[in-house]
Every structure is written in structure tokens, then in C-alpha cells.
């Protein structure tokens, strides 16, 4: 039962929102909408997912959103070349691991701090791509919406696609030595290795799984929409690492599952329609934010306090 | 002697100094030039250098709050978001409480040390992860200042004598500079000449031995959280005497620079290692490397100087990095294990 | 090490000559300041004034903050200030702040004209108005108006809550709302930080919170697609309209379909073209204060109010001729 006490915490406080929105504000819960809003977020699920297993090694990407656009705008140009759209998924999700591996090989193979590293190429990759697109939108051929089947269609495939995902990842990390590796290294690298894990490798792969799990979740945004906005995936780094902070994985490693990341996504997702349909202003949107992952964080630090295990 | 200049020759800061200098004396020959009214312009103007140096008051400010910080490895993700707190708060003393310039002033200074005391309480009290609880007041902070002025709110008009902080000259040399530099002082006396200073490194470097030594390491970083809220406010201030106005985006991804300046000028992110001057020339050599790249002709032509200064500067942070690790991997390489495999059992011999 | 520097001044003597060659021509160099470079907006505002530059053989420098940043629009200025241009033309970011940075560009002989969004009077030339923040503010309101025969339920999508031109925008359509349309009435405004993502998301909850929702209307240009698209997966196609400000490129798909009814833009192209003939005849002397009208160039001639030279009312576009229009 303590085990999961965290990601039973998070699903608690979510559960409560959606009873005080049921209460408050019923209309919330219309099917279509309620479906738009999930498949809306269907990739900062997935990247979200690739963040955690970061996150878990003792490690931390920012420049997960300048990766998103870049992405999006190579993807969307090369569909608008006339790509077949598996050619096109193929591209994203290797160009999403070559820009993962760059990360990778810096802070495994050389030994820098991630935070720096990633910082470094956020501020590249965002730079290189406003220079080269000045922000123009990208227009998607026809028939490339949901992949060319109805919108409902499209959206059940995404939002199905998704949860299969976040399903074979969350059994993965438990169940398969690659997961458990993960742990590992976050947990104690010295002892990992000593174990015969090698943990610059498991580092190394962690980051180009992320990479690759961006390319996937920026094309599931592009299938979403007729056009790519260059500047779409600007604070996508800041949402995943909240929904994952606040999922209960601890950012000093070796700690947290999937779960936990899937409810602090739902319950930090909420928010933007919770206060449109509670008629509250806008500008506290952030606000409520910040409030909620120092909530999560506290929350985290008084239960070790009290309990003595480590955070 | 021979081996002491050596040492002196490789350490980061002479090297960045050296990068310094190369882009400054680069910018001076390719970003100076005669405009068709015969006037000399560009890069090599001193309108030109005090205007480097007038904008890199603010981010300069911010980096040498967040170096003590970077020693005692933490970090301080909120700083940016607490300069358009700060700002919109100090718009509001004045303006809607009418206080006198300096009152709000000092206020606002009080009012970002708390700030910066609510982060060191979290990371010490509870022990949490400091890149955390500054990311959730980073989203806090600024929240606030949309909150409080419906994002829609600006102060403006203050009276000329306060926007002399930000836009004139003192003694020859922008107004800010001054305060600048006197910041630099202190902090630099801080860390290099107390112990208190010199404590950061140690707890940095490893806080259970700081604790065994008898620091009270939770005081003393707690503290480097409230000095960088505080230095944050100072910042704010200046930043808005400079545009004359107070609005709740003030900052707004500054504190990216600042880190990166800090480690540009060597700090360990890792803590327990680093330097303050290492700062100030980090801040110069990106300050030089932005304004420098927006006078080159051919930048202009682009119409790309941001981007190019944006990428220049990731770059610049990446080499930096990789160039600061170069002599551990020499040294690793060099002292890596022989081993010989032959085929038949040798008598043990001494190496 | 001594060498290496050497390399480096023999690096940048060269560079350097050559960098004073170019400057040495006597090409009049007008410097054009957009409140955001990525904005296509403004990407239409350069192409055309890419063509008057043209046309008038003067150099054209074009840069500006890739997103709206009043502190980043000063150090630009500054740029050009220590550079010598000869005309800065800008659109204010903050109407006070940039002005002092203009005022001391006009001290240095250089002249100042603002398009767009205005600076203080005193900081410039004249002020090429495409049409008052007001007129577009009531265009809006009253193309809003009619589309829902003056009543119903409407809701609002902004960029930020800080941008100072949205502001204004906002304010005129309230005060239009207030007056003329007393049985309409805004449900909500929310921002979408420039993302057409988080447009889209705040429209579907903006059409589930207020069921009678009719019209969508978007100052914010990736806000409109963003909408459209919003309105279109939720099924209210024609049941919900979609207006607001933006380009044809961005919204020609949604337009045809019959999702977005009307796309209200300047000709933002004249805009620009208007700007740079006005800032060379400002820097030839040929425009004075005190005159009534200008002409520029193929556009013809424009009239001046006081000080603002208008270029005229804000352009509807909609299904019948936003084919004509490729930017």
C-alpha cells in the first residue's frame, strides 16, 4: 500500500477535481469535448512517459519542446512533399532519436550534467528552427487528418494508441531487465555497475528513447490538424516535467511509475478547461500551476520526513 | 615557476578570458564601420560598449545571485520569474499605495528576500531537490504578477529621477553599471574572502563532511536562496527604471543566460567549485557575443540576430563544457589499465 | 597562443574591410522594426515593404524580437542607432519605452516614423495607421454583429493577457459591445499564448462550458485556424462562427469550408509598402509636417490626419475573395 502511496495520492486529488467539476460544473463532462481534450494530449502523455524514464535515471531533458517542434516542422514539410505518412512516422521518430543520441552522447559519454547539456540544446535546436522558418505555419496535404480516416476514428486510434503505450511502457519498466535498469542507475550508478549494468549504455539509450518517443508524439499532433505551428511545441518541457513531478517520480532518481506520471497528466491537463468552466480568470491559470507541483513536492518531502525512507 | 604559469595559462577563466577578448577584438575590426554621414558606428562606439554594458546589468545581476546558489549545488530556476514579481510589486507600492521611490524600493527588496527565503525553506526544512521546488515558483512567481495585475495592468510614468537608475549617466558610465559593480564587489568579497563565502564550496562539494565540520550547511544555504531573491528584486528595479515601465513579463527567460554565464565562467553544476569573476566574464563574453553579432553587416542581411546569438551561445555553452571535461577523460585515458593477455603462465614480475 | 591571436586579428581586419565596404555605399538605409518577427502578420507587413525598398533602391534592415518584447524592441533601436541608419520605422511593443530609445535616435539626425502601433508623439515623424486600434476594434464587434443579427452569446480569444496592442483591440470591441449591441453578450476571453494548439483546447472548453455559444472570435492570428479547427472536430460547423484577425494563408481551408466566416486583416503588405515610401520621403525631405496627403508610389494617395497617415479601413476577407490573396 505505501508503495504506491504516491501515485495513490495523485489520483486521489485528481478524483476530487472531477467530483467538485461533476458538482460545479457538469457540463464538463460532454463526450465530444471530453474526447477532443483527451486526444489533445495523447503526445504530452507519450513524451511524458519517455521523461519519466529520464527522470528515473537521475536525469532531467528541457529541450524536449524545441525536439517537439523541430520535429513537427521536418515531419510536416517532408508530408507535404508527397511522403507516404509511414515513410513520414518513420522519419519522425528517427530524427527524434538522432536529436535524443546528441543528448545522449554528451551526457553519458562526456559526463555533463544533463541540465546544462539540454539547456544548451533547447537553445539551439528553438534558434536554428526560428531562423530557418520565421515562425511560418507548415500546410499539410489533404487526407492526412487522422490519418485519412473520420475524426472520431482518428481520435479513438490516437487515444487507444496511446494507452497501449503508456500500458506496455508501465509493464515494461517493471517486468523487463531494461526497465529495471533504469531503476538502478538512478538509484545508485556505482552499485548498478557493480551489478554488471552498464550504466553510461543504459543513460545513453534512455535519452534516444525519449527522442524517439517525441518524433512518435509530435506525429500524433501533426495527423491532429491541417497545418504545423513552428512555434507548437514552446513549453512542452515545463509540462511534462510537472505532470511527471507531480505523478510522484522523484527527481533524485530511482523512484516513481508510469501511472502516477498518467494521473498528474490528467489532473495538470484539467486545469485550462476546469477554470473556463468554473468562469474563473485566465491569468491564474499559472498561478494554480506552480501551486499544485510545490503542493505535490511538499507533500512528497513531509512524508519522508516523517516515514525516514528516501525520497 | 615555469609550472605555475602553465596552470594559470589553462584554467577556465584565462581560457575564457582569451575567447573574450578574441570576440571583442572580431567584433571591433568586422562590426565597425563609417555610415554616409561620415560618423563612425557600429561596434567599436563607446555608445556601443556602454550599451553592452547598460543591458547586461540585468542578466549580469541575476547570474551573480545564482553563483553561490550553483556552488552549494542547487540551483534556481524562479530567479527570472521573481525579477517580474518584483517589478510588478514595486509598481504597485508606488503606484497604487503611493509610496515615495525609495520606501517602494526597499520594500520590494524585502519582499524578494522573502520570496527567496520560501525556496530555501522548502529545500532545506524538507529537503527537497532544489531544481523542483524552483521550477514549481517558477510557474508560482510569475503566475503571481499575472494574477495580480490581470496580466493586463503596466506601471509607467514614474518620475524622472527614478528612471535615471536605468537610462543616464553617472560619473561617465550608465547609472546601472555602477550598482552593478558594487553588487560584483560585494558578492565577490562574499565568496572569495569570508568563510562564510568560502563555506558554499565545501557544502557544495559535500554536505554531510560540511555538517561533520561543524557549518550549519541547512542556515547557510537557506541563506544563498535569500540573497538571490534579494539580488533578483535589485534586478528587477533596474530593469524597470530601464524601460520605464513595471509588467508582469518582465524577464521573461532570463534566467536561461544567467545560468548559462555562470557556467560558461566554470561553476560546477555539480557544486562545489567555482568562481565569481568566472561569472562576470561568462556574462561579458555572451553580452559581447549578442550585441557583437547584431553589428556584423552580414547578420543584419540575414535579419537573424537573435537566432544567431541564441544558437552562437548554445554552442559556446556546449564547447565550453565539453572543453572543461577534455583533461578528466586525458587523465583517465592516461592512467587507464594495461592488461596483457598471454599465453602461457609467466612468473609474476614487478611493474 | 600568440600566433592563434594573430590568426584572429588578421581574421577580422579582413572581415572588417570588407564589412566597411559595403557600409560606404550611399544607399539610403531605412531599418524596419515588426513588434514580433515569426508573426505572419508582419512577414507580410516585410514583403511589402521588401518592394518599396525595390522600387526605390534604398537597403531595407529587417529585424525585431521573435516574440513581443518591449525590452528586446529597444536594444534593436539601439542597434541601429550606433549602425547610422537613416529611417527607423517601428511598431511599438510598449508605446513609452521604446520612445525614449526613438528620441534619441531623432537627436542623431535619424528620422522616425511608427506604423502599426504608435509610439509618443514626440519620439516621431508621423504614424502610418492602417486603421486605429478603435476601427478594428468595431470592425470586428460589427462583422460579429452581423453574423448573429446583434444577439447571442460570443467569446473572445486573445494571445496574452499582457500584450499591450491586444489590450487595445479588446478595450474598443467592449466599448462597441457596450453601445450599439446591448442584446450580445461576451462570455469569456482567454489567451492562447500564440499557440494554435492551446487556441484550439480553450475553444472546445469554450463551447462546452456556454452551450448557447455562437461566434468565436479570435484577435490573435494562430488563434483563428486554432478555433476553426476547435469548431470543426466538435461538430458546430455553422452553428458556431469563427471570425477574426489573421492571413488568408493561415485560414484559406477553413474559410472555404465554411468554418471561419471572415478574416479581418489590413492589406498588410500596403502597409509596409506605405511605411518605407513615407520613411525616404521623410529622410529626402519631401514629406513635411503639415501636409494633407501623400502619395506613394503604385498604391496612390493617402490621406493625413494631424499626424497619422491613414491607410485606410481594415479588409474583410471571406469566401469570395480570399483566393485573391497569397500571403
Known sequence: MSRYFRELSVAGA??????????????????????????REAPTLIVACGMALVIISRQIDISVGSQFSVIGVCAGLLAAKGWPLGFVLLAAVGIGALLGAVNGVLVAGLGLPSIVVTLATLVTLRQGLNLVRQGEFVNLPDG????????????????????????????????????????????????????????QLCTFLVFVFLGALTGLAAMMNLVQSPQVQP????????????????????????????????????????????????????????????????????????????????? | MKRDWKALLLRHETILLLVLIAEWVFFYYAGTSTNRRGVVVGFGTLDRQFDILRHSCEIGLLALALTPVIITAGIDLSVASLLGLCAILFGKFWHDAGLPIPVAIALTLVLGGLAGALNGTLITKLR?????????????????????????????????????????????????AWIFFAAAIAIWLLVHRTTFGRSFRAIGYSPEGARYAGLPVERRVALVYVLAGVIAAVAAIIYTARLGQAKADAGLGYELFAITAVVLGGTSIFGGAGSVHGTLLGVAAIAVLKNGLATLPVVMRMNAAEEMAGLLTGALLLVALTSSVIPKLLARWHTRPHVTVSPTLKPKSTA | MKSFLRLWLVAGLLLGSMAGAQAASSKLIVAFLPKSKGNAYFISCKAGAEKAAKELGVELLFDGPTDSNAAKQNEIVENWITLGVDVIAVAAENREGISTALRKAQKQGIKVITYDADAMPDARSFFVNQATPEGIGYTLMDEAARLLNNEGEFAMITASLTAANQREWQKHIEARLKEKYPKMKLVAVRPCDDLKDKAQSEATAMMSANPNLKLIMSICSPGVPGAAEAVKQAGKTGKVKVIGLGLPSENRRYVHEGVTDTVVLWKTEDLGYLTIYAGVALAKDELKKGAKSFKAGSLGTFEIQGDNILLGKPFSFNKANIDQFNF
Open chain 1, 14 to 39: 485528481l478524483i476530487v477535481v472531477l467530483l467538485g467539476l461533476a458538482v460545479f460544473a457538469p457540463a464538463f463532462y460532454q463526450p465530444q469535448p471530453l474526447l477532443s481534450l483527451l486526444t
Open chain 1, 144 to 199: 492526412l487528418q487522422w490519418f485519412g480516416l473520420s475524426q472520431s476514428g482518428g481520435q479513438w486510434t490516437l487515444l487507444i494508441a496511446a494507452l497501449v503505450i503508456l500500458g506496455l511502457l508501465g509493464w515494461g519498466l517493471r517486468h523487463v531487465a531494461a526497465g529495471r535498469f533504469v531503476y538502478a542507475v538512478g538509484s545508485d550508478t556505482e552499485a548498478a555497475r557493480l551489478a554488471g549494468i552498464r550504466p
Open chain 2, 128 to 176: 527537497l531537490p532544489p531544481l523542483i521546488v524552483t521550477l514549481g515558483t517558477y510557474s508560482l512567481f510569475r503566475g503571481l504578477a499575472e494574477a495580480i495585475t490581470r496580466g493586463a495592468v503596466t506601471y509607467t510614468d514614474f518620475p524622472a529621477g527614478f528612471l535615471f537608475l536605468g537610462q543616464e549617466r553617472w560619473l561617465g558610465l550608465p547609472t546601472q
Open chain 1, 231 to 311: 512555434l507548437s511545441g514552446s513549453g512542452l518541457e515545463l509540462k511534462v516535467i510537472a505532470a511527471v513531478v507531480v505523478g510522484g517520480v522523484a527527481i533524485s532518481g530511482g523512484r516513481g511509475s508510469l501511472w502516477g506520471v498518467f494521473a498528474g497528466l490528467l489532473l495538470l491537463a484539467c486545469i485550462a478547461p476546469a477554470l473556463i468552466h468554473l468562469r474563473i480568470e485566465a491569468y491564474w491559470e499559472k498561478a494554480i500551476q506552480g501551486a499544485i507541483i510545490l503542493l505535490a513536492v511538499v507533500a512528497d518531502g513531509v512524508r519522508s520526513r516523517r516515514g525516514g525512507a528516501k525520497s
